[in-house]
């Protein structure tokens, strides 16, 4: 027998919903950093699991959704709204969390929003590795008495901590059903796209805090030849003054983040890669509907 479903991850910016999706896979797929609304998209990682006889076995649809939070222009709106209507989607929702429901309001928002789905629904204190603990079992205590979840797990994404014992308790919430995709298939984005986001973690790695998320990837060009891929790709920002930044002095800052990339493209796609890259002005696209189209973060 065939177990399959999908599963939801929810949460506010930050907590690690991406980290997580990544341990479970045992592969990077989504974007990570330590700076919040990393996830722009709805990113679906594969998880398929064979039991020895090899015809039975579980496949596992993740869905990592950008944080839920309060949105202060038209990508803020469009990430959050592609979060909400996940959850109603899914046969199980996976709710993280890294610290106590008094800690603001996001948290709080959620639960209410998700208690009264039918969908079971678990709760993932992440980030255990940085708890003592009383600290872990405060927060526990705190939701546990909500009466929302189905269940509640501590992990540590980043280290790995209890992700198989969760990956037990959803396969127990699924029925018999299809493998949606084949077995050696992880995500069904494709590698446009995951180039295109490799891209941007590496400028939000370089920048730090020099320029907001006011930024954005396109692919121009994609050509696969024997024995290399050319890639071009557009950097876009929202200032002038930021386009100086990203290029650095000499250029050097852009030279930075292109070799990042292109050595973790490398490795994706197992040939070698010429990356160039280039940085253009486009004011104000977080509040653009043809820009937010154009970028893929709404229909």
């Avoid at 929702?93 to 709080?108: E, Y």
């Amino acid at each position: 027998m065939m177990k399959s479903g999908f599963i939801g991850i929810i949460g506010r910016p930050n907590v690690g919903k991406s980290t997580l999706l990544n341990s479970i896979l045992g592969e990077k797929i989504a974007i990570t950093t330590d700076k919040p609304q990393t996830t722009r998209n709805s990113i679906r990682g594969i998880y398929t699991r064979f039991d020895d006889d090899m015809e039975s076995g579980c496949q596992m649809v993740f869905i990592d959704t950008p944080g839920i939070h309060k949105a202060r222009n038209k990508l803020g709106a469009a990430m959050t709204d592609m979060a909400v209507s996940t959850f109603k989607e899914t046969d199980v929702v996976l709710f993280l969390v890294d610290g106590s429901i008094t800690k603001g309001p996001g948290d709080r928002y959620i639960v209410d929003m998700i208690k009264d789905l039918d969908t079971p629904k678990l709760l993932i204190i992440n980030k255990i590795d940085k708890m003592t603990p009383e600290e872990y079992a405060g927060i526990f205590n705190e939701y546990d008495e909500l009466g929302v979840f189905d269940g509640i797990f501590g992990t540590s994404a980043l280290e790995g901590t209890n992700v198989k014992e969760l990956l037990e308790k959803i396969e127990g919430y699924l029925e018999e059903g299809p493998m949606y995709f084949p077995e050696d298939m992880v995500t069904d984005h494709p590698e446009r796209f995951i180039v295109s986001e490799i891209i941007r973690e590496k400028v939000l790695n370089y920048l730090e805090e020099e320029v907001p998320h006011g930024v954005a990837i396109e692919i121009e060009s994609y050509e696969e030849k024997p024995n290399i891929t050319n890639i071009g790709a557009v950097i876009y920002c929202e200032k002038k003054s930021h386009k100086g930044i990203i290029i650095g002095k000499q250029g050097k800052k852009l030279k930075g983040i292109g070799k990042s990339a292109r050595m973790e493209i490398e490795a994706l796609l197992g040939t070698k890669v010429y990356l160039e890259l280039w940085v253009k002005v486009k004011e104000n696209w977080r509040d653009s509907d043809f820009a937010l189209s154009n970028f893929g973060y709404k229909e």
